[in-house]
């Protein structure tokens, strides 16, 4: 069974960069045919899909969040980094990782796994 677990500090300060960590256990990160998608809900909002990393290591990113994200993964630790730049009220979220056989995430399928979600609030 796969598991997906998200950590990092809960509140930031606008203008800092957001850092999360999803760790993953039953299941290699480089398995093939699988994206492994930080994906954050807003709150009254629906699911936003920020990026992905492949099981090659290739990443991909939501054009409109592109420019302030960095998504990368440490293979020995079985854990993937979500980077979020330049933050701002807005970015207040749920903040999800998720592994899929689809690219870009935006519903819950029954052969995905997903992390329990991380609270994240850009506040000073």
């Known amino acids: 069974q796969v598991q997906l677990q998200e950590s990092g500090p809960g509140l930031v300060k606008p203008s800092q960069t957001l850092s999360l960590t999803c760790t993953v256990s039953?299941?290699?990160?480089?398995?093939?045919?699988?994206?492994w998608s930080w994906i954050r809900q807003p709150p009254g909002k629906g699911l936003e899909w920020m990026g992905a990393?492949?099981?090659?290591?290739?990443?991909y990113y939501s054009p409109s969040l592109k420019s302030r994200t960095s998504i990368s993964r440490d293979t020995s630790k079985n854990q993937l980094t979500l980077q979020l730049a330049s933050v701002t009220p807005e970015d207040t979220a749920v903040y999800y990782c998720a592994r899929s056989d689809r690219m870009v995430v935006t519903t819950v399928e029954a052969d995905d796994y997903w992390g329990q979600g991380t609270q994240v609030t850009v506040s000073s």
């Open positions: 990393v492949a099981d090659s290591g290739t990443t």
């Open positions: 039953g299941g290699s990160i480089t398995t093939n045919a699988y994206y």
